[in-house]
């Protein structure tokens, strides 16, 4: 049995700690006075007005207009500088490509989009490495310091040594993305899987701002979910917490191979979705339409009352409640999100889904869709690239 590795705090690890929390209080809570912080954090002033000082001459924050009285007199305010730094973020998806220009308070100053960019393995980095220049030049003709860049890839990335797995709609395999990365840009860089930083994005700047535990389902070209715990990303064990696509819907699927795209993913992603509905649609639908058949037109059709779509998304419903009951009754988050391109569709899967779950579980989960969007993975690139570049520490009481 392996013993834990403990160790103290040490006097440098104790400042970044306070540093993180008085960053992290600024940014959701300012405007606040030096004397403010210290009394929610329970920090010394001294120590206070070190690391605001610190953080204003970094340009992290700065002194707000806004003043406070108390006991007569005009208490200065510091606030998050939200628009000193830039943030270059990408989604890459198993289709479509999308890059913007982002500053530290999630506003968004410019975006561009690749429709249907049907890339795979150094086709696909080619195009990242293009948007990434596109972007970087439009930032700079802002005068205004890029922070770094942030990319969401539709598969596990190891974070020991950065290489990209599971990512079959691209057909990488250990492919060293962060290595080529930093080779050709001399930026900060942060790899993540796109769902997991769409997962940090909502929970930061979105449908879950008020909650630290929630877990988003994308339901795209694959299907995967972000699980945010205490408003950080849960890799697991082997970087794979949330490869959902993998999950077996029934137990005919046990002793089967998927080499590919996954049980679930197979059923319940678009790229699912349209399969199912192609092979149940044969002779009802004219051949050459069947074969552009998208996930998208199934919705509509099923919106329209078509009969051929009503059995394909009902099958899409239960194949979803039941992922949802088991993320609900295993994690118990506060919220579960419906994003990717299929959630564009939510209005016929949230309710219908919670419909199938109600009376079997103690208690039914809060489904909502998605808030942000294509933009989620991008918003939590900001968040990524704060913490890896001011040693983030992400806090936890136990008990609390």
């Known amino acids: 049995m392996r013993t834990p590795e403990l160790h103290t705090i040490t006097a440098t690890e104790m400042r970044a700690i306070n540093r993180s929390a008085i960053l992290e209080l600024i940014r ?76 530290l308070a999630g506003q968004i100053r410019h975006e561009i989009t690749h429709e249907q960019h049907k890339t795979q393995a150094d086709e696909s980095f080619l195009l990242i490495g293009s948007m990434i220049d596109e972007l970087l030049g439009w930032a700079n003709g802002l005068g205004i310091k890029v922070l770094g860049i942030g990319v969401g890839v539709p598969g596990v990335v190891q974070p020991a040594s950065g290489l990209v797995d599971l990512a079959p709609s691209l057909d990488w395999s250990g492919y060293p993305l962060t290595q080529k990365l930093a080779s050709r840009f001399q930026y900060p860089i ?38 945010v715990i205490d408003g950080a990303i849960f890799p697991g064990a082997h970087a794979m917490a949330g490869e959902i696509g993998y999950l077996l819907p029934d137990r005919s699927n046990l002793g089967q191979s998927f080499p ?49 779509a009503l059995p394909i998304l009902a099958d899409t419903v239960d ?53 942000l969007g294509v933009r989620a993975g991008v918003m939590g690139s900001i968040i990524q690239l704060l913490r890896v570049t001011s040693n983030h520490y992400q806090l936890h009481r136990f008990g609390i």
Do not use: C, H
């Not at 997962?199 to 700047?205: P, Q, S, T, V």
């Not at 039941?322 to 419906?338: G, R, T």
């Open 28 to 103: 959701t809570a300012g405007p606040l006075s030096r004397t403010d912080i210290g009394s929610r954090l329970q920090v010394s002033l001294p120590t206070v007005m070190r690391i605001v000082d610190d953080l204003v001459e970094e340009g992290l924050a700065r002194p707000s207009s806004i003043r406070e009285w108390t006991g007569g007199r005009k208490r200065a305010l510091v606030e998050f500088n939200g628009s000193s730094q830039l943030v270059i973020g990408l989604d890459l998806g198993g289709t479509k490509l999308y890059g913007a220009v982002v500053d």
């Open 190 to 227: 942060v790899i993540e899987n796109d769902v997991n930083l769409a997962a940090l994005g909502e929970a930061w700047f979105g449908a879950g701002t008020a909650r630290q535990n929630l877990v988003l389902i994308a339901i795209g070209t694959g299907i995967g979910a972000g699980v």
């Open 319 to 371: 194949y979803l409640a039941q992922s949802i009951a088991a993320i609900n009754q295993i994690l118990d988050p506060e919220l579960i999100l419906l994003g990717g391109g299929v959630a564009r569709s939510a209005d016929l899967l949230i309710e219908p889904i919670l419909n199938r779950l109600r009376g079997t579980l103690p208690r039914l989960p809060r489904l909502e869709a998605s808030r």
């Open 260 to 308: 590919r795209f996954g049980a679930l993913e197979s059923l319940a992603s678009g790229t699912g979705i349209a399969a199912r509905a192609r092979q149940a649609s044969k002779g009802q639908i004219p051949d050459e339409a069947l074969e552009r058949l998208t996930a998208e037109d199934v919705f509509t059709a099923g919106r329209n009352g078509k009969a051929w």
